[in-house]
């Protein structure tokens, strides 16, 4: 107890150290109370914070910021409109189409499996089949009752969309045109001696700047990769299913082993055992290659390098409290995490030795 009340009063002696826990304490119960309430604007900070990366390039460039948020701006909305109105139209669809070939694929599907009895009867049995696709079955229909849910909540959810289609944009724009105002004035608020607290956030800047600019260049590379993969070889659902092989690098390993099942099932039900099943699980199998050898480290080569188990643990613990956004910043979050345990002990001992 006595090393733990040392270790305390050692520690938070320091006022920066202070400040630094105050501030994250702060942001966490904000996120974690206000977020619903707030989540247009998190969203629109968060896609401010993107966004600045360009402005700033822009603005070494000799561009005035006024005119550097203005194109950022402008070529934000375009590609929003692109996804809203170009992409989602046409993956809404696909799904649409996927959910209603599901009946046909399961009795493919079964039909298939029922002769895996006859071959090995010792290992499986016809009940056991019938016990699968049962499962199967009643998960299918727990979908459909959950899409006709949310169909019957489209209207909320409508005006929703709305609301952060007309908002986030204002609000984006404000926050870069802007964005030195309202560090004044959040900055005033605190104390001036914070070199701590700048310190750690200037490594963890660099390290989420260097993450997000890259895995938003991987799902772009990826997506527009497997598309062009899938097109190639005449797989239904391209479009889908690529936008899905691009969403999956956002999770570490998982991603990609989750999203491999419904790209080779499609595939398999297309063209059974065929060569192009094959040809088609080999190129899907040098992208995913590809991009874990050649693309990953090309893009994160700045960025601090992880344990698997901790980026495991950091996209459990952050998903499970903010959702999509906790998966996508699992890592930038954790980074946050190694920078501020990598600084604390040093900033302990800097203050320990002078007292000794």
Known sequence: MRLITDWFRRTFSDPQVVLLAVLLATGFLVIVYLGDMLAPVLASVV?????????AFLERRGWPRIAAVWLVFAVFVLFLSLLLFGVLPLVSR?????????PSM??????????LPERYPD???????QEIFAVVRQGTL?????ALSVSLASLVGLITVMIYIILMPLLVFFFLKDKALIVDWFTQFLPQDRLFAKQVW?????????????KFFEILIVWAASLVAF???????ALLLSVLVGLSVIIPYIGAVVVTIPVLLIAWFQWGWSPDFFWLTFAYLVIQGLDGNVLVPLLFSEVVNLHPVAIIVAILVFGGFWGFWGVFFAIPLAT????????????GAAMASPAG
Request: glycine share 8%; charged share 15%.
């Open 231 to 237: 097109t190639a070889f005449g797989l239904q659902y």
């Open 123 to 129: 290992l499986v049995s016809p009940e056991q089949i």
């Open 202 to 214: 200037g490594d963890v800047d660099r390290q989420i700047a260097n993450y997000v600019r890259g």
């Open 142 to 146: 727990e979908l459909g009752q959950r």
């Open 336 to 347: 946050l995490v190694h920078a501020v345990l990598h600084a604390w002990p040093r900033n």
């Open 47 to 55: 896609m401010a914070y993107l966004l600045e990366g360009l402005v």
């Open 106 to 115: 399961m009795a493919k599907g079964q039909q298939v499996l029922m002769h």
């Open 94 to 102: 696909q799904l649409t189409d996927l959910i209603q070939q599901i």
